[in-house]
């Protein structure tokens, strides 16, 4: 169980630099709709990474 926990983490901690990453490098080229839905991704994987880490089980 705590190896699957573990996976999960890394999966959002590269998701989360990889979506920090796109955005600094296009964020000015996408459009608005695009960006905000990319920006509530961010927040989404953070909470859900936060939560993994305070709660493993």
Same mark, same amino acid.
């Given at each position: 169980?705590? *190896?699957?926990?573990?996976?999960r983490?890394?999966?959002?901690?590269?998701? &989360? /630099?990889?979506? =920090?990453?796109? %955005?600094?490098?296009?964020?000015? *080229?996408i459009?608005?709709?695009?960006?905000?839905?990319?920006?509530?991704? &961010? /927040?989404?994987? =953070?909470?859900? %990474?936060?939560?993994?880490?305070d709660?493993?089980?």
């Amino acid at each position: 169980m705590m *190896r699957e926990v573990e996976e999960r983490i890394s999966k959002l901690e590269l998701s &989360i /630099e990889i979506l =920090k990453d796109h %955005l600094k490098k296009y964020g000015h *080229r996408i459009e608005p709709k695009a960006y905000n839905y990319i920006k509530n991704q &961010i /927040e989404s994987y =953070k909470l859900e %990474l936060q939560i993994r880490k305070d709660y493993p089980i």
